[in-house]
């Protein structure tokens, strides 16, 4: 009868290693589910939302660059002080929005600089305050920004708006025809030269030519890219300026003429005129979620393009 | 049916010992024969789950070089950029080392020393900015931008 009870064993032995098995199989069962749930996570490192944010800030500050240039902009250290309020604010508003989600923003104004705003607001010849057709509109220059001219009346072939640094090399943009067939040309300062709008298209006054965006009459135009090779600092004058009548603005990187006006702009509200203005603003932005810390300086200038 | 019943007699004493010994050697090889088809399949599975552990590790730590990479390009060359990642420090119970081979089609070698030798997984990187080479241990890893290198340096945190 010993040997039948010892009869058993096999099948203990035998249940305890297939047991044993099962256990192991168990386990690596769970690190495939571990493998199979770390796959299966989204991408934790939101890189996106970090490039978002940056986007954010660019237009934020550039909106708060507008709006200073646009409100109480009667001397830089107002628009100074508008601006660093708005990054300021800015800043507060997009840090609670993101404290939300568990992410800390941040935006500081690293530094700005000033420029001014030279406009002819009254529709006119582009000549100086005492109508002289060859006139110089700004010098020592090394970026301009949203530059756009609206042309009501074409009486001449001469008007040339030129930007020429010291070499010289000079960049020219000359408005030619009708007013029912107008054409834009541009020479950069290699001497390459384009046909706005390309083609044999003409466009009919008035018209805009938006030289920071690169369309005349709405219409993108290659090569309309303004003083593209010409070196820094350049000057900008106007020739001929009474063989063309219209408005025009343009914000350029120079301080002293609107702290000093020349005598070709109107002192007393007239056109042409100058005023203060806030050229760009450098920032600096962080942004820290749990997995991704990110911290950018970004130099931000609205309406720019040729630089 | 006599005879029958008085062949049983004899033979019962044999058939009893025989019987014993047939059904012991059976269930011998019967549970020899499932231990070892058992143990088969669980290496088999705990060498394929490993394979899939360390090409799910280096697939994240891909991923998080390439949402670095993007957040470096669509930045200034000044731009400081961290991501951390949480990674285990052992797959199926083994340790296992994550290679960064810089190249300019740069990849990840991921291998680990199990019981039955090495088990290596290739995993390709889709980066623009360079990547500097590097060895690390299994466990949370950290992702850096290096201005000065301008390089993505891939490191334990």
């Known amino acids: ?307 | 049916m006599t005879e029958r019943a008085g062949g049983d007699d004899h033979d019962r004493a044999v058939s009893s010992t025989l019987s014993y010994a047939l059904g012991l050697s059976i269930a011998t090889m019967l549970i020899t024969g499932l231990v070892i088809g058992a143990g088969g399949y669980v290496e088999q599975r705990r060498e394929s789950v490993t394979r899939d552990g360390m090409t799910v590790i280096g697939q994240q730590i891909a991923s998080d070089v390439q949402a670095v990479d993007r957040v470096v390009s669509g930045s200034d060359d000044e731009a400081n950029v961290t991501a951390t990642q949480g990674l285990p420090e052992r797959i199926v119970g083994n340790d296992y080392t994550v290679v960064v081979v810089a190249r300019s089609d740069a990849y990840l070698r991921v291998t680990t020393d199990s019981a039955d030798g090495e088990i290596a997984v290739t995993v390709p990187l889709a980066n623009e900015t360079d990547v500097a080479a590097a060895r690390l241990d299994g466990g949370d890893v950290g992702i850096t931008y290096d201005e000065g290198e301008d390089a993505l340096v891939i490191e334990s945190a």
């Open chain 1, 1 to 307: 009868m010993a040997d039948l009870d010892d009869r058993g064993q096999i099948l203990v032995v035998g249940g305890f290693l297939l047991a044993v098995v099962f256990v192991a199989l168990a386990l690596i069962l769970n690190s495939a589910i571990y493998a199979e749930n770390l796959a299966s996570r989204t991408e934790a490192t939101d890189g996106d939302r970090a490039l978002q944010y940056r986007s954010e800030v660019r237009a934020g500050t550039g909106a708060a660059i507008e709006h200073a240039n646009q409100y109480d902009n009667t001397s830089h250290a107002t628009i100074t002080r508008n601006v660093s309020n708005g990054v300021a604010d800015f800043s507060d508003l997009s840090a609670r929005h993101a404290a939300v989600t568990g992410r800390t923003t941040n935006v500081s104004l690293l530094g700005t600089t000033n420029g001014t705003r030279i406009e002819q607001r009254a529709n006119r010849t582009f000549t100086n305050n005492s109508s002289e057709g060859n006139w110089t509109v700004v010098e020592d220059v090394s970026n301009t920004r949203k530059l756009r001219m609206n042309v009501s009346a074409i009486h001449d072939d001469g008007y040339q708006f030129v930007a020429n640094d010291s070499i010289p090399r000079e960049w020219y943009l000359n408005v030619t025809g009708t007013n029912a067939s107008a054409d834009v040309e541009i020479r950069d300062g290699a001497g390459n030269t384009y046909e706005c709008p390309s083609g044999a298209a003409s466009v009919s006054v008035p018209f805009w030519i938006n030289v920071s965006e690169g369309t005349v009459a709405g219409e993108e135009c290659a090569g309309l890219v303004f003083a593209e090779n010409v070196g820094d600092p350049y000057e900008v004058t106007i020739d001929n300026g009474s063989d063309l009548q219209g408005n025009y603005t343009m914000i350029v990187d120079n301080e002293s003429l609107s702290q000093s006006p020349t005598d070709d702009y109107n002192s007393t509200g007239g056109s042409p005129f100058v005023e203060p203005a806030m050229y760009n603003v450098s920032v600096e932005l962080t942004y820290e979620s749990p997995e991704l810390f990110y911290r950018d300086q970004i130099r931000v200038a609205p309406g720019e393009s040729d630089d």
